[in-house]
């Protein structure tokens, strides 16, 4: 009997053991295994560190008041309605929640806005929250500029940048711990998977052997794997171009312009739907701006892209600003060819 139990217990040690260590392919085939596994698992499988917000539980229900906090500001719970997080923005007011990139690991302006032209989102000012789960640094370069010493303590931190982002970005309060809670339940649960990447086949299955790798070798596999993604968005602040740089519409593609106007500008400023100021495509929306063009002031598309405004007593309302990296200046002449070209209907 003892023997009995003895045998039965290592057997079950070798079974666990072997679990513990099995390839992500198990008998599945390749893609079909690995292709639905975390970045995250695979990344900690491959001897990287943990991400400083590593969450090992996921709850769906939490997960489910995040979204209703980043898309309507609010949610219920325990049968209530929370109080908003900000009375004036919402987080869809500046961010995507779907990828904005065929190629994860770009940031190009002009890719951003043909891949939100072929798929029907938004081209807004801020990061989309797609992937944000598996970034390692928020509030990058030139947002130092704008929020000062605010930035320090949110850089390195998620819970810091979503906090940042709900009472200064958003002109609200600070979240609660049970709703930070929840938004980053929401972004676990939109994080990347490895069919995100668009890895060779060969590199999955480099991966997927993972067991067989010597340390140098699942070194270099983890390289390979966040070249693939954005870890971090840069963000460069311009200033407002100088008006002998100006091409004021000239050589600028219209049909590029008409894209960024309605999913830029109408997606907040469409019947005043997140500002007090409401355009439209129509006549009087194009000349209010071409009268402007030459100016520096909020009023023109030069300087408000590059600026934005400041929230203020009496303005909660204000526009974030583009950055280089949201919006280029080849970009900025395309909107304005076709600011002209309604301003003369």
């Not at 390979?224 to 954005?230: D, G, W």
């Not at 740089?245 to 997606?267: F, P, T, V």
């Not at 495509?281 to 000349?287: A, D, T, Y």
Request: hydrophobic share 30%; glycine share 6%.
């Amino acid at each position: 009997m003892i023997k009995y139990f003895f045998y039965t217990f290592v057997g079950l040690c070798f079974i666990t053991i072997s679990l513990s260590f099995t390839d992500f392919s198990s008998n599945k085939g390749l893609t079909s295994s690995i292709d639905s596994v975390s970045l995250e698992e695979v990344l900690i499988k491959l001897g990287d560190s943990p991400l400083l917000h590593q969450m090992k539980d996921f709850d769906e229900e939490k997960a489910k008041m995040g979204e209703d906090i980043i898309r309507d500001g609010f949610t219920k719970r325990n049968g209530k309605k929370s109080k908003r997080i900000s009375k004036f923005f919402v987080c869809t007011d500046c961010h995507n929640l779907t990828r904005e990139f065929d190629d994860l690991s770009s940031e190009s302006p002009e890719k951003r806005l043909e891949y939100a032209k072929s798929h029907s989102i938004p081209f807004l000012q801020g990061s989309t929250f797609f992937g944000i789960y598996n970034r390692t640094k928020f509030y990058n370069g030139d947002y130092k500029k704008k929020y000062g010493e605010l930035v320090d303590g949110a850089r390195d931190s998620l819970d810091n940048a979503i906090q940042l982002c709900a009472e200064y970005c958003s002109s609200g309060r600070p979240m609660l711990d049970w709703e930070l809670e929840a938004v980053k339940h929401y972004f676990k649960k939109n994080e990347l998977l490895m069919k995100d990447l668009n890895l060779s086949e060969d590199l999955l299955e480099r991966i997927n052997q993972y067991q067989n790798a010597t340390d140098s070798e699942k070194k270099e596999l983890i390289g390979q794997i966040k070249k693939r993604y954005r870890q971090f968005y840069s963000a460069t602040f311009l200033p407002t171009m100088d008006r002998d740089k100006r091409k004021y519409g000239e050589g600028g593609d219209a049909e590029n312009g008409k894209a960024i106007y309605n999913k830029s500008c109408l997606h907040c400023h469409a019947y005043k739907r997140a500002t007090n100021l409401s355009l439209d495509n129509g006549k009087l929306s194009g000349r209010m701006f071409v009268k402007n063009l030459e100016n520096y002031s909020d009023k023109s598309l030069y300087q408000i892209i590059r600026w934005g405004t400041y929230a203020k007593t009496g303005r909660k309302q204000y526009m974030p600003l583009y950055t280089k990296e949201k919006m280029s200046d080849e970009q900025i002449n395309d909107l304005v060819a076709y600011i002209k070209q309604i301003s003369k209907k």
